[in-house]
């Protein structure tokens, strides 16, 4: 059994490095855009400004190093070795689930983790997400997750969730759901009293604090640094591939507090056309998401509606970014991922109600498709997702639309 | 009947999905008309295979690659589309004989003899350019190039796929642009399949074993010239690096 087991961990290992090989070839394009190097010419020697935290840190190592980093050599080099442990971090958390769930659930883990790879694995690789802050928040993210399933050092949330923020602040709405669901789910459904208030003081310290810094970079933090605005590009130059380029519009919110929105216009614009037709494009898997949630809360007493509610309920805090961002791609990568790392972790968890609305909605979703991979094999098409853009798929097809 | 119209509504959804992502700014009534044909074909298969999930499957990675070639504007233009409605045709009807041998030479001699009359009749170009990402998407056609193989019995039915391959994989490598000779041997590969999956006795393979095919399908989607397609020029690009040429 167990040399079965270890063969078949062997397996995935390989596949799974194959596949990353695989979509590198396809979409790593070998370069860094002058917003995502940019990123990194913010530090909190313009005050303790928002998404200065990787600036400050990149700042301070050229000052320790015997040799500059301030070049985009450097950056992109960084941005790739952080991007490769992101997408091997996120294979051991596949393994550790699949090691801790039940045998009988394994086809059904690797049927889940599959679709889930579809998405992952080129998300970050493609120019206009390479070296984003976003894979900083899901290596944390998914940091935490493994400590809430390992069930140890569990403490460690609360510094994870500051670092998030201090990294991006938009961690409150696309990643703390991850981290703050499980936690409730265990709150309300435990016996065990002392693990109870361990998640009450957990997740109550992790919420205050993510909140509170939330509401100081949004309303507080943007620098009034019209002085420090040519150091900041000279330094945003001498990250750039080319030596020029840079963001205009992160440096003006950013240090010199003006208002992006107006130059936000166009892409609110295909914000509007895409999400109709996103929510078309992917109205298979909606539906059977809305189906498997009745099923998991179907003849629940009011204290288990409400632990079982909060796991589909976890994905609404996305919809603040949707309405005062434009990143729609981001967001729907998020919404996707929470779905399916939520299940994962709860089958991981030996959760038997989860486990059970998954056994009989793949049963139900037979009954209409007799074969289920294609719901895999569509993804393939539809993906990546992009930042603005969900993804040129969808683009494609609401231009048409519309 | 009702299970294969399902499994037919399945199969359609995934070919929407590769037009989207091969699709340009160009609409072609061309590429309309071929994938017209290439639905006759799927239809032909569903209706006359017994083995439908295998079958269904070998459909879709067939037509994830040909959907979303046809409709990338740089392939919209071609020709050889016209060589590839008959090569259709052919494979379509070969569905409905019942000898296995038969269908193999038949199948064989008429596609290996479309690529020749191809190559005299229109004097395309002969040269080594581009033989790294055409390497690569010879690579990604071996395991089914291998799946086949071992599905094969006798010195005649190797001998025959063996020829069959020969002159699609020189053509292949030496004639500019690509395009067409991976789609034939894809459409080849794809025939060849159907016809097997159906004979008795041959090796059924697990479920797993059909994520294989389907990611060297995708790599093969929407091909386009002179570098075959991203993922194929990607992969070469990729190995230039590790090894330290580029």
Request: aromatic share 20%.
């Given at each position: 059994m167990m040399k079965n087991e270890k063969k078949q961990e062997c397996i995935f290992v390989i596949a799974y490095l194959v596949l990353m090989g695989f979509y590198f070839a396809r979409y790593f394009e070998y370069y860094m855009t002058g917003y995502n190097t940019t990123l990194?010419?913010?530090?909190?020697?313009?005050?303790?400004?928002?998404?200065g935290l990787l600036g400050t840190y990149w700042l301070t190592m050229d000052r320790l190093l015997?040799?500059?980093?301030?070049n985009y050599r450097a950056v992109y080099w960084f941005s790739l070795a952080v991007t490769v442990f992101y997408l091997l971090l996120q294979m051991y958390f596949f393994i550790r689930c699949v090691k801790k769930a039940k045998e009988k659930n394994y086809g059904s883990m690797c049927q889940l983790i599959l679709l889930l790879m579809a998405f992952v694995m080129p998300m970050y690789i493609g120019s206009q997400m390479f070296g984003r802050l976003d894979i900083y928040l899901y290596i944390l993210t998914l940091a935490a997750l493994l400590l809430l399933l390992e069930e140890k050092?569990?403490?460690l949330i609360v510094p994870i969730g500051i670092v998030a923020m201090l990294i991006h602040q938009g961690f409150v709405f696309t990643n703390a759901n991850l981290i703050l669901v499980p936690m409730f789910f265990e709150i309300l459904m435990t016996q065990d009293r002392k693990k109870r208030k361990k998640y009450i003081w957990i997740g109550g310290v992790f919420f205050l604090t993510i909140s509170v810094l939330f509401l100081y970079f949004e309303f507080?933090?943007?620098?009034?640094?019209a002085q420090y605005y040519e150091e900041i590009i000279a330094n945003a130059k001498a990250l750039s591939f080319d030596g020029e380029s840079f963001n205009v519009s992160l440096i003006s919110h950013e240090?010199?507090?003006?208002?992006?929105y107006e130059l936000e216009t166009l892409y609110r614009s295909y914000n509007r056309i895409e999400f109709p037709t996103a929510l078309l494009l992917f109205s298979p898997y909606i539906m059977i998401f809305i189906h498997y949630i009745y099923i998991l809360l179907k003849g629940k007493k009011p204290l288990e509606f409400l632990a079982y509610a909060a796991i589909p309920l976890?994905?609404?805090?996305?919809i603040p970014e949707m309405i005062l961002k434009v990143d729609y791609g981001r967001y729907a990568f998020g919404t996707v991922y929470y779905i399916l790392t939520m299940l994962l972790f709860f089958m991981a968890k030996g959760d038997g109600e989860v486990e059970r609305a998954v056994s009989l909605e793949k049963l139900s979703i037979k009954k209409w498709n007799?074969?289920?991979?294609t719901l895999l094999i569509y993804v393939l098409f539809l993906v990546p997702f992009w930042d603005n853009l969900i993804s040129i798929e969808v683009y494609k097809l609401a231009r048409w639309i519309f | 009947m009702r299970e294969r119209v399902k499994y037919g509504f399945s199969i359609l959804a995934v070919f929407f999905a590769a037009f989207l992502y091969g699709v340009d700014e160009q609409l072609s009534f061309g590429a309309g008309l071929l994938s017209l044909l290439f639905f006759l074909y799927v239809f032909f298969a569903l209706y006359n295979n017994k083995n439908i999930q295998r079958t269904c499957y070998i459909l879709l990675f067939t037509g994830g690659i040909f959907i979303s070639t046809l409709w990338d504007s740089y392939y919209v233009?071609?020709?050889e589309r016209y060589y590839l409605a008959v090569v259709l045709i052919i494979l379509g009807g070969m569905l409905?004989?019942?000898n296995h041998k038969g269908k193999l030479l038949m199948e064989s001699a008429v596609i290996s003899g479309i690529l020749l009359v191809h190559t005299f009749r229109d004097g395309v170009s002969f040269g080594f350019d581009g033989f790294g990402p055409k390497f690569v998407a010879l690579i990604l056609m071996l395991p089914v190039g291998i799946m086949l193989w071992r599905s094969m019995t006798g010195i005649f039915e190797k001998t025959v796929f063996l020829l069959a391959l020969g002159v699609h994989c020189i053509h292949v490598c030496l004639?500019?642009?690509s395009t067409y000779w991976i789609l034939s041997l894809v459409l080849y590969l794809s025939g060849l399949s159907l016809i097997f999956v159906e004979k008795e006795g041959v090796k059924k393979y697990e479920d797993w074993v059909w994520c294989i095919p389907c990611i060297c399908a995708l790599g093969l989607t929407m091909l386009r010239g002179e570098d075959v397609n991203y993922y194929c020029a990607g992969a070469w690009n990729l190995i230039m690096k590790v090894v330290g040429v580029v």
């Open positions: 990194f010419a913010m530090s909190y020697r313009y005050g303790f400004i928002s998404r015997p040799f500059s980093i301030m050092w569990e403490w507080f933090s943007h620098s009034n640094g240090i010199l507090g003006e208002d992006v976890g994905i609404v805090t996305i007799p074969i289920p991979y | 233009a071609a020709k409905f004989l019942r004639v500019q642009p």
